[in-house]
């Protein structure tokens, strides 16, 4: 770490043992180069954070300033010191011409990044010290040619890409601003104005999110713009020095870090992110004012203003990106997955990689970063470091050769959640792998992996990983090869489907990033299938488990009938609260190949859809899911064989619908889209006249997305049907209304 006291022994100790002091003392440390004065060179013994952190004014010089201005019992030592390396600087960096710079050399603080980074605050420093006894006229004509050189600079490199255009529009934009007595500030400015429009429009893709692929530099681009009030502000002046269009760009990539982030709007690490501890709330109540936003407001004040989003989960269909979340308060349950490629410098080999918070624990982590270079970090961004199918030990394809995937499916709703995406990215393998989520609100997921080989005679090894945080303590039944945490209060279960398929299963030891210059050790789960031809699949539960809770799930795989090459799953399993012995039994059938739908049976259940959950809570019909494929022109039938009944029937194509049983209330929701610029949540909607199912008791309502039904008037019940218009489902006895 660049400022490890201990880095040199030589250096000049300080006897005073003050947080001050011992920044003082680090201060000297971190430039001591065998020299009296400070290095902007690369020392002996740093790493390249010493240049990405010390040469960007990174907490540095700017905090000397800040004690000098406070008036501390020793300003001027402060401002003496500040004023030394500022010199120094301009001496060192100053006589360097800018084509001579490579970034990562290591030698200068010259790359555009580190330029733009460091000149706001550069001449801020610089104004603020004017009165201070070190700063002579020479000295201060230094700093002021060397100023007027960075605006030079900076106009000349400028451009629209990122927040690298960011940083160098922001920096030559203080240089217009401190120094309005320069002859070229004027065309300076209306040069910046015109590229900050550019680059905070590129920022922002049509579904709100953000080209910078982790949060904290969807953060950093958010605070290029908001710069620029902060340099004008220093100035004097209260008005945005921007147009609405880039105004517009700012409140949508704050809206964007909201509607992302994790429960208490806290980082779920994807990329080169900051920690999942880091919450970004506290930075929404600017914009929550000055767009009057009541949802920003609502997240900056933690719920006790404004109001919460119309929706919870949420998907960016431009940015590839999935949110699936019960709520909007700090123990919701969340999981956050993505296809976006890694597409930006700060994006990884990770593409379907997923984290999961539950009851306001971090429980599937990403390994997030470093910031060093070496097999530590590799390992970190790399397709085995993220929980996902890592195939035949190879990583993705990312950064400039990655493509983003493709959005197969997305449905949500209060019930459950539903996403469909397949992955371009491990054609470096040879194999096109497609990962599915249902997520069963509030409770679980059920995450459904199927691998297509190009080859189905080339064998592969494929190897599913889920990886914690480094005090999970996980362990493993040996007898269910079900992995769990074992922190004292959450957890969660990693529960496999047909455990006995797999030809290894351990816990392995990784590497978790924490942040910039921090690394430690973890574990991941780790499930193998080794070698195998033709189509592959994995099937998982993820189930959490709040304090004192304590579940037994067991699993069992249906065999499926006319499928090929896999192109289907369906299993049964069970969970069973261990307090309370209520005994919730579940089917699942998801149909991955859609050109293989047709009705055929699972397990007790036949069905022609593409998704078939059914449940029953001790004994009890509780809850069924369906969808169907996007362009099917039939209806769907739901059977329970076994009884010889039909649960769902439908006389029109319908793409998905939901049912909970609920006394003699059943709730009915189909999917809810969401209309970002309005904020609005429009409903698929369900004709009703083609609508039958079953209810094994005598129903008073039905509540269809939102709407109340009532019986007599607005549908009716024979036997256990209930009906909207036409009866045709058969008719069996009905039961006593049970007690809800």
Request: charged share 20%; with cysteine; glycine share 8%.
């Amino acid at each position: 770490w660049w400022w490890n006291r201990n880095l040199d022994t030589n250096a000049d100790p300080v006897k005073e043992d003050s947080d001050n002091e011992r920044n003082y003392a680090r201060h000297i440390v971190a430039n001591y180069n065998g020299r009296s004065f400070s290095s902007w060179c690369k020392p002996s013994g740093t790493t390249r954070r010493f240049r990405d952190e010390y040469n960007r004014f990174t907490g540095n010089i700017n905090t000397f300033v800040q004690e000098y201005m406070w008036g501390s019992s020793r300003a001027e030592e402060y401002a003496a010191r500040a004023v030394q390396d500022l010199y120094f600087m301009t001496l060192q960096i100053g006589t360097v011409s800018v084509s001579n710079d490579t970034y990562g050399g290591g030698k200068h603080a010259r790359n555009r990044l580190d330029f733009g980074a460091r000149t706001p605050t550069m001449v801020q420093c610089i104004k603020r010290l004017i009165n201070c006894d070190a700063m002579t006229p020479e000295v201060y004509t230094i700093l002021s040619k060397y100023c007027w050189r960075s605006g030079y600079v900076l106009s000349g490199w400028i451009t629209s890409s990122g927040n690298w255009g960011g940083y160098e529009e922001a920096g030559n934009y203080a240089v217009v601003c401190e120094f309005p007595e320069f002859q070229e500030s004027p065309q300076w400015e209306e040069n910046v104005m015109k590229y900050i429009e550019q680059t905070a429009l590129s920022y922002v893709r049509d579904d709100l999110s953000c080209i910078e692929v982790p949060l904290q530099y969807a953060n950093v681009a958010k605070g290029t713009i908001t710069s620029f009030e902060s340099i004008k502000k220093d100035v004097g002046s209260e008005e945005p020095p921007y147009n609405d269009a880039v105004a517009e760009a700012l409140h949508n990539l704050t809206r964007y870090v909201m509607y992302s982030s994790g429960p208490g709007y806290r980082d779920h690490q994807q990329g080169d992110s900051a920690q999942y501890t880091r919450s970004y709330a506290g930075g929404f109540m600017t914009e929550a004012v000055q767009f009057n936003d009541p949802e920003l407001l609502y997240a900056a004040t933690g719920g006790t203003k404004g109001q919460a989003p119309p929706f919870e989960s949420i998907i960016f269909k431009s940015g590839k990106k999935v949110v699936m979340r019960t709520g909007w308060d700090e123990r919701a349950n969340y999981l956050f997955t993505q296809m976006d490629g890694g597409y930006s410098s700060h994006g990884q080999q990770d593409d379907h990689a997923i984290s999961l918070f539950a009851y306001g624990k971090y429980l599937i982590a990403d390994t997030s970063y470093t910031g060093a270079q070496g097999e530590a970090n590799n390992w970190l961004k790399s397709a085995a470091g993220h929980s996902l199918v890592q195939i035949d030990g190879k990583d993705q394809l990312a950064y400039g050769s990655s493509k983003m995937g493709t959005i197969n499916d997305w449905g949500s709703n209060d019930h459950y959640d539903f996403y469909s995406g397949t992955t371009p990215n491990y054609s470096t393998a040879g194999v096109e792998p497609t990962r599915e989520i249902l997520f069963v609100k509030p409770g679980f997921w059920i995450v459904s992996d199927y691998l297509v080989p190009d080859s189905m005679t080339t064998p592969h090894t494929y190897e599913q990983r889920w990886i914690m945080m480094p005090d999970a303590n996980m362990s493993i039944d040996e007898g269910t090869n079900i992995v769990r945490s074992n922190y004292d209060d959450v957890n969660i279960q990693v529960v496999p489907v047909a455990s006995s398929t797999y030809d290894s299963v351990g816990i392995e030891d990784g590497l978790m990033g924490g942040g910039t210059g921090v690394l430690n050790n973890t574990q991941y789960a780790d499930y193998e299938k080794t070698q195998k031809t033709g189509v592959q699949t994995f099937n998982t539960i993820l189930f959490p488990e709040d304090n004192g809770q304590n579940h037994s799930i067991v699993t069992k795989p249906l065999a499926v009938s006319e499928v090929e090459n896999e192109g289907a799953s369906a299993f049964n399993f069970t969970i069973t609260d261990n307090h309370t012995g209520k005994l919730v039994e579940s089917n699942y059938y998801l149909l991955h190949d859609k050109a293989q739908r047709q009705e055929r049976s699972f397990g007790d259940y036949t069905f022609n859809g593409q998704l078939a959950y059914v449940e029953k809570t001790n004994g009890g019909l509780s809850a069924i899911i369906l969808r169907d494929v996007a362009d099917s022109d039939e209806g769907l039938k739901l059977t329970d064989a076994i009884e010889g009944r039909t649960l769902v029937q439908t006389t029109v194509p319908v793409q998905d619908l939901s049912i909970r049983y609920n006394g003699d209330l059943v709730e009915i929701q189909t999917h809810q889209d969401i209309s970002m610029d309005a904020r609005t949540v429009t409903i698929r909607g369900i004709d009703t006249a083609g609508l039958n199912f079953y209810a094994p008791y005598e129903v008073q309502q039905v509540k269809i997305d939102g709407t109340i039904y009532q019986k007599g008037k607005d549908f009716h019940q024979d036997g256990t049907t209930v009906y909207f218009e036409e009866k045709f489902m058969e008719e069996e006895p009905i039961s006593p209304t049970p007690t809800p």
